[in-house]
Every structure is written in structure tokens, then in C-alpha cells.
T-cell receptor, first 114, second 110 residues
Framework: DTGVSQNPRHKITKRGQNVTFRCDPISEHNRLYWYRQTLGQGPEFLTYFQNEAQLEKSRLLSDRFSAERPKGSFSTLEIQRTEQGDSAMYLC????????????FGSGTQLSVL | QKEVEQNSGPLSVPEGAIASLNCTYS??????FFWYRQYSGKSPELIMSIYSNGDKEDGRFTAQLNKASQYVSLLIRDSQPSDSATYLC??????????FGSGTRLSIRP
């Protein structure tokens, strides 16, 4: 069990650029979540996967955000045409799913949009 | 109405006392309830889960669930300075996604 891995740890980008983050979950975990967290707030749900199927995407999420989990392993989160309001910590978490819903979090990707 | 609501605090408790943290949720179909602890600059980690009405104890921590009132609480006995952190209430919605509250910041004063 090597834990949940997220890359990069930090990303600084200019407004209008596209960014992509990667998450490698714990290998036997079939559920994968993406959350966004800003200072003083709890993790805000973005989307989640059961294996390769995206089960739900937050209704509050702009269509500039897209996520994939090809083959049910690693996942990517892409933000197109970034805005300053996208600056946040992006957290990935995985779990075994309905048999054990305990979430294991990665260290996150801190995005700063200038 | 937020799906999961918590008082943001800060909640200041003297060392050795009981800290009481509360959470309400809006989805009556929710089945699973969790408390996560998050230290400053770190990611959340699970400390308690509870699935049925009543109390569940684990060491110094007790989780309480009342589905009729849509209320979850966490008690921390014999509070220690190392308990100073943000405590996040999380709920599995009827759609099976896990939703977090905004967290309560707890400070244990010596």
C-alpha cells in the first residue's frame, strides 16, 4: 500500500491556460473522488468514479472542468481556460467503495492562477 | 441549505476537558457518517465512522448519530493539545457520493 499519489504538488499558471492534474489511487480501490478545498472551507465535491465510470459531477462545476479515469486506474482532472477563482487545493481520494467507504487522501495539488 | 452543516468555530476547550462537535445533514437518505481530522497544511484523515443510531466509542472519541433529527456529533474526552485541528463531518448521500461539511476548528488550550 503506497498510498494515494498526486502530481504535481504545486502548479502555478497564468489565467486562460489549461492545466491537468494526475491522481494514482491505492491499487485495489475502485472508487476515486476529486475534491477542491480553499482556506477555511471543507473539501468541495467535484466528481467521483466507480472503476472507469464517472458516476456524478457536481452541478456547480463549470464545463471547463473535466475528469477521466481510463481503465479504472489513475485519474486526470483538467481545467481549461483557468480563472483566478480556480486557485485552490485539489484533493484526490480513493476507497474500496460500498464495502468500505473510508477515504484515503493524497497530499493534493495546490493550484495558483495568476 | 447546505447538504452538511457545521459550526466553523473556532471552538476553544481547556486541556483535559470534553470537546463536543456537531453536524447536521439535509439528505434523509444518507446512510453512512464520518468524522475526519485535518491538521493545518495536511490532508484529511478518518477518525470515526458510524452507520446506525446511537453511540460508537473508540478510545477517547465517541460518535453519536440521530437519523430522525439528522444530527451527528463527535465527543473528544480528555482533550489533548494534539487534538487541535479542523474536524470535518462527512456524509454519504443517497446518491452514494461523500459530501463534507465546512469543518469546525478546534483549539485545545493548556
Amino acid at each position: 500500500d503506497t498510498g494515494v499519489s498526486q502530481n504535481p504538488r504545486h502548479k502555478i499558471t497564468k489565467r486562460g491556460q489549461n492545466v491537468t492534474f494526475r491522481c494514482d489511487p491505492i491499487s485495489e480501490h475502485n472508487r476515486l473522488y476529486w475534491y477542491r478545498q480553499t482556506l477555511g472551507q471543507g473539501p468541495e465535491f467535484l466528481t467521483y468514479f466507480q472503476n472507469e465510470a464517472q458516476l456524478e459531477k457536481s452541478r456547480l462545476l463549470s464545463d471547463r472542468f473535466s475528469a477521466e479515469r481510463p481503465k479504472g486506474s489513475f485519474s486526470t482532472l483538467e481545467i481549461q481556460r483557468t480563472e483566478q477563482g480556480d486557485s485552490a487545493m485539489y484533493l484526490c481520494a480513493s476507497s474500496q467503495g460500498q464495502t468500505n467507504e473510508k477515504l484515503f487522501f493524497g497530499s493534493g495539488t495546490q493550484l495558483s492562477v495568476l | 441549505q447546505k447538504e452538511v452543516e457545521q459550526n466553523s468555530g473556532p471552538l476553544s476547550v481547556p486541556e483535559g476537558a470534553i470537546a463536543s462537535l456537531n453536524c447536521t445533514y439535509s439528505d434523509r437518505g444518507s446512510q453512512s457518517f464520518f468524522w475526519y481530522r485535518q491538521y493545518s497544511g495536511k490532508s484529511p484523515e478518518l477518525i470515526m465512522s458510524i452507520y446506525s443510531n446511537g453511540d460508537k466509542e473508540d478510545g477517547r472519541f465517541t460518535a453519536q448519530l440521530n437519523k430522525a433529527s439528522q444530527y451527528v456529533s463527535l465527543l473528544i474526552r480528555d482533550s489533548q493539545p494534539s487534538d487541535s485541528a479542523t474536524y470535518l463531518c462527512a456524509v454519504t448521500s443517497s446518491a452514494s457520493k461523500i459530501i463534507f461539511g465546512s469543518g469546525t476548528r478546534l483549539s485545545i488550550r493548556p
